[in-house]
């Protein structure tokens, strides 16, 4: 599909003008939503006194009876030479499940706090137009997991909760955010000016377990009406991690539509900024894609606007 004439609208006006904008952003929306309440949830105790949770991302019991633990901290405490509590176990294991189930990079785009953060400067950045910056390799994350583990063996310590963000944030809104702050600003800075999409793409290793969690999950997007594109390119200027998109997007005959990537954070920010409705959710096994009945749809020329 040849792009050739074709001048770039902005990102989503077209699902905007298709969709409304509830449309153009509904998984945008919910996502935040997502974060507010997994963060409420922690935050009911200290500041209202209402204990449904007690703890935080890192580990929690839930209405008393219902442990919630995050696997990588359970790691790097083995590693540690520390052997975690049944109780522990078992709320690491569910989470793993559920995780490995749904999509482990969903963590990334539906509960981590720091999301807001790297998605609020990769918005200035674009606005301000600044350059693509360094980029490091992605498997970079991958290095940084596998360093952790090994501080973590080798000092006996959880490594990463030291600095952990999400951690430091959790515990900054009970007792003050004080330093927190700093931190917070230097990730902005960072994804702003010195990487694009680089904390959570390229650094954090949070994100990376996660993706190996969720190398098999269940939960996918598919571009299951990718004979509709109509080559905007506008889920490539959205999507956390676009090159998960190629594959899916651009694949011929029989090839699978689904994005089958362990980096995809199922944020459905291409679902959401696609006028042709190309990309929807559904599961691993479903790898069917429609052909588009509607004559206009299939004939559509590209986009074309003022120069």
Known sequence: MSTTGKVHLPTGQEALE???????????VLRRLSQAFFLLLFLLGPW???????????????????????PLILAQ????????????LIGGLIVLVAY???????????????????????????????????????SARLWILATVLIVSALTGTIAWEVINPVTMVHRGLVFGMGFVWALVAAIFVFDLVVARRGW??????????????????????SAVRRDACDDCMDCYEVCPENQVISPALRGKGASTPLILSPD?????RCIDVCAMDVFAFTHRFDDHVETPTDAAATSRPPKQTAA
Not at 79 to 87: K, L, Q, R, V, Y
Request: net charge positive.
């Open 18 to 28: 298709k969709k409304g904008w509830f449309g153009a952003h509904k998984y945008l």
């Open 48 to 70: 209202f006194g209402i204990w449904w949770v007690q703890g935080n991302l890192a580990g929690s019991m839930t209405f008393g009876f219902l442990p919630l633990n995050d």
């Open 77 to 88: 405490m083995m590693a540690a030479g520390h052997w975690p509590e049944t109780t522990a």
């Open 100 to 138: 490995a189930l749904i999509g482990g990079r969903v963590y990334c785009s539906w509960v981590c706090p720091i999301n807001p953060v790297t998605d609020a400067a990769h918005w200035l950045h674009v606005k301000l137009g600044l350059q693509k910056g360094w980029q490091p390799k992605r």
């Open 200 to 221: 959570c793409g390229h650094v954090c290793p949070v994100g990376a377990f996660y993706g190996l969690i969720g190398a098999k999950s269940l939960l996918r997007v």
């Open 264 to 268: 995809c954070t199922n944020c459905g």
